[in-house]
């Protein structure tokens, strides 16, 4: 069965839309694009929107990409001191001459709604309240509103990038799942998937994950977003074929992209709320 990301993902914009109207200041979150990635303007424009349905106060600076990394630290120090602004999202990749981790580094770690800041990583990985990343958040949402139990599952994540694998391999931890992570020096691939009652395929790789790694009654998230050569969308599981197999799957599109924008929007909340000193 499906999980519809699309649709959690506007019950909890629809929840905090209705928070936002009682606020009497908005809160503000700041997107940063430097160059122009086709992929990267898409995702903008997303995050935009949704910051229009729910009522924040939205900036979003477009930067060319001949933007140096001393112009985009010195815009960070501004809206780091910008009293309108509760969310800061640089969104990556960054050219090659900018450093990225100088400049998510460069954010104030309470406006860091991305939770890429090493400090909240940190606090993250040591299990204290912090800023959670958004994709590996909305991965724990999307499990959790199937109502299957995450404690005492054996959960396998194929990827080990900072903004998805790492952090949701925590997470699950921190739900009680039992974690392997697989990567692309992992050797047999297939028999710890076969071992696993949650998938999360984080590997940007087309249909990489096939309906013979995947043990009956499965939960698949499917992480990836490819652009194949005909301009659709896939993910990282081979979704048609999966589906038998599994109980629950994310679809693509329509599942954790959906969820990670609700996320960010959550987080977004959750930094002004501390920002503004409120609750
Ligand atoms: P990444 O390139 O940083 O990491 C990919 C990971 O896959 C690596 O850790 C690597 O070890 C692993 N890998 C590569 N080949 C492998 C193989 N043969 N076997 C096992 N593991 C292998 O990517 P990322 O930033 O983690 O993103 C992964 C995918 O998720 C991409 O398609 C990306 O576009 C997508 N993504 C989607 C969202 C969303 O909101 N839906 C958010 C972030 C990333």
Known sequence: MDIDGRKLSKKIKDQIKIKVEKLEKKPGLAVVLVGENSASQVYVRNKERACQKVGYYSRKINLPVETTQEELLNLIEELNNDELIH??????????????????????????VDGFHA???????????????????????????????????????????NIVGKPISLLLMKNNATITICHSKTLDLKKHCLNADIIVAAIGKPNFVTEDMVKKG???????????????????????????????????????GPMTIAMLMQNTLECYKEIEKLE
């Open 218 to 256: 499965c939960v698949v998230i499917d992480v990836g977003i490819n652009r194949l050569d005909d301009g659709s969308l896939s993910g990282d599981v081979d979704y048609i074929n999966v589906k038998n197999n599994s109980s629950y799957i994310t679809p693509v599109p329509g599942g954790v």
């Open 87 to 112: 969310g800061i999202l640089v969104q990556l990749p960054l050219p090659n001459h900018i450093d990225s981790e100088k400049i998510i580094l460069t954010i104030d770690p309470k406006k860091d």
């Open 119 to 161: 400090l909240n990583m940190g606090n993250l990985l040591i299990g204290k309240k912090t800023i959670i990343p958004c994709t590996p958040k909305g991965i724990i949402e999307l499990i959790k509103s199937t109502g299957i139990e995450i404690s005492g599952k054996n959960a396998v994540v194929i990827g080990r990038s």
